[in-house]
């Protein structure tokens, strides 16, 4: 029985998303007085940046070897139709595979480990989807479910690509290895793009190993760390990097591109690679 004295009842609010009978009734999208639209916006900006750029050197197929420095991009190459790289990591496993260009076989892998990626899911998620766009800012979409449907379920086999970056890191390390080789494959040289590539492998190392699966392989499942004093030191390694996972994130992000740009200037005739010795 109604008295005249019950608060008037609360209509959901017609743009959704947290604007709902269980929420607080603010009116104001959000009361941050600072800047906050330019996180995300940068964010957006610098993953569409290496989308284009990516995009653009996988579908190119060409100036991905420039002895004896091998584009990450396109390594391992397993197609017939790679670039001869004599005495390099060329696997003609897969056949001419219609003509397609060799790196859109590989690029799958570290590409479907950063896309899974525990930070650059929060990345994307705020800067294309405003999922949400910013902290204290409301979501413009009216229901949230999270990963629990198709296809952001799919996001849960980030652990099975962590395994996969293994094996294409490994490669990109015999990559770096045979960068200090010269032009006849005598042991010896050092050129800028030894440099380069010494740059991205670090980066690409410790991205790969700060990454939250591997911090779950290496202790997670452990029930007394005082039983196991190897594996509680190297879960205190990777916990350290794993505090800096959004900065190895984007400098291997930017370190990879780099090596595949200083590639193709080098295979393009751009400039000849300078020689220390």
Known sequence: MATGTEPPATEPHPRGGV????????AAPHLRTDRWWLAPAATAAGLLAFVVYSTWRAFANADYYAAPYVSPFYSPCLAENCEPMRGGPNWEIFGPWWGISPAIIILIFPLGFR??????????YRGFWASPP???VAEPHRKY????????????IHRYFF????????????????AFRDETYDWGHMGLGTLVFLANIVLIWAYTLSCHSC??????K??????HPVRYRMWQLVGKLNARHMLLAWTSLASVALADFYVYLVASGVFDDPRFF
């Not at 604007?19 to 603010?26: D, G, K, L, S, V």
């Not at 911090?215 to 997670?220: D, M, P």
């Not at 452990?222 to 039983?227: A, E, K, N, Q």
């Open 19 to 26: 604007h709902t009978p269980t929420r607080a009734a603010i």
């Open 115 to 124: 896309l899974t990626c525990y930070y650059y899911r929060k990345a994307y």
């Open 134 to 136: 910013a902290c204290a």
């Open 145 to 156: 479910t999270g990963e629990t449907r198709f296809p952001l379920v799919l996001q849960n």
């Open 163 to 178: 395994y996969a970056a293994l094996l294409v890191a490994g490669v990109l390390t015999y990559d770096t290895a045979l």
């Open 215 to 220: 911090r779950h392989i290496v202790g997670g």
């Open 222 to 227: 452990l029930r007394h760390f005082s039983r």
